[in-house]
């Protein structure tokens, strides 16, 4: 992390979201029941989503930043991915239920009805205060990089949006004489909850699945390799996520008449060059090899 206050605002992320996301979560629904939105009810549940990520966020910082003992030599940093989908299962189900609802109600024209003003006014509220916490915890995402984080931060973009989705429909049902746009409204989103349990599902089975990372940190650390002095190529390259840190494995092939000694020398080297460049690398281990062909250059780099 660039900043001390980085360390701090990492464990503290979590907490802050839990106790926001508690009280939107309140006036969501109070101010949804009072006012009749529909669109307002559903949007609480942005904010159940949002506390339970923050939840999920509290408890697996803890866990990921425990100590390597003798029945995780490589971390525990797995926890964030097992969290998330834990997550993720839930609001598929929960959201599935409330589309149902949503689209069920949005058929039947004898109950639409146009909500009252509050709700216009809450949701601005949300909106500005969802805003601002998608961009603080976006900064946290990108300086620890932690999927936990990463998804609350999301959360928060999509709590934003939904909240702005509300502003709308009771502008709609308002000023346009149009009631059922609301119950629309809710149904949008349930829909657009249900693509961000998918898409967390997706994330964190490919980090279960110990993914490769991405093409362009891949590529850097590969660039960052061969630009080191004495490295005549790169053999073999494997990195995947654990949690928040990249663990990556790496053979070099240097001058085969060079002495052990030597070749030991380019590869502390190596090892510099990329934790100097590459934030959140957890394990770099390197290997070097004479220029003679080996199973594992077959299987390229």
Not at 13 to 39: H, I
Not at 151 to 156: F, Y
Not at 250 to 260: L, R
Request: charged share 20%; glycine share 6%.
């Amino acid at each position: 992390m660039r900043y001390r206050k980085c360390v701090r605002c990492s464990r503290t992320v979590g907490w802050v979201g839990l106790v926001t996301s508690a009280v939107l979560m309140v006036l969501k629904a109070f101010v949804g029941l009072v006012s009749g939105s529909q669109a307002m009810v559903a949007d609480a549940m942005y904010s159940v989503k949002d506390l339970v990520s923050s939840f999920m966020v509290i408890v697996g910082v803890s866990v990921s930043e425990k100590n390597l003992d003798r029945e995780h030599p490589y971390g525990h940093g797995k926890v964030e991915f097992v969290l998330s989908m834990f997550v993720s299962i839930i609001f598929l189900g929960l959201t599935a239920f409330l589309m149902v609802y949503a689209i069920s109600t949005l058929l039947d024209d004898t109950i639409h009805r146009k909500p009252h003003l509050i709700a216009l006014w809450a949701a601005f509220l949300c909106i500005a205060v969802n805003t601002s916490l998608y961009y603080y915890s976006r900064c946290v995402a990108i300086e620890s990089n932690s999927p936990l984080v990463r998804t609350l931060s999301k959360h928060h973009h999509a709590d934003a949006a939904s909240s702005a989705a509300v502003a709308l429909g009771v502008i709609g049902a308002h000023y346009f004489d149009m009631p059922w746009i609301d119950t629309a409204v809710a149904a949008l989103e349930t829909a657009h909850l249900m693509y961000l349990g998918g898409d967390v599902f997706w994330h964190s089975a490919k980090g279960l699945m110990d993914r490769n990372i991405e093409d362009t940190t891949r590529s850097r650390i590969k660039e960052l390799v061969e630009g080191v002095e004495g490295v005549e190529e790169v053999k073999y390259l494997r990195s995947r996520y654990v949690g928040q840190d990249i663990l990556s494995e790496i053979v070099i092939g240097v001058d085969s008449g060079i002495s052990v000694m030597a070749a030991s020398a380019i590869a502390d080297k190596v090892k510099q060059a990329v934790a100097k460049a590459i934030p959140r690398l957890g394990s770099f281990q390197v290997r070097s090899e004479g220029r003679s062909a080996t199973a594992m250059e077959k299987m390229g780099a």
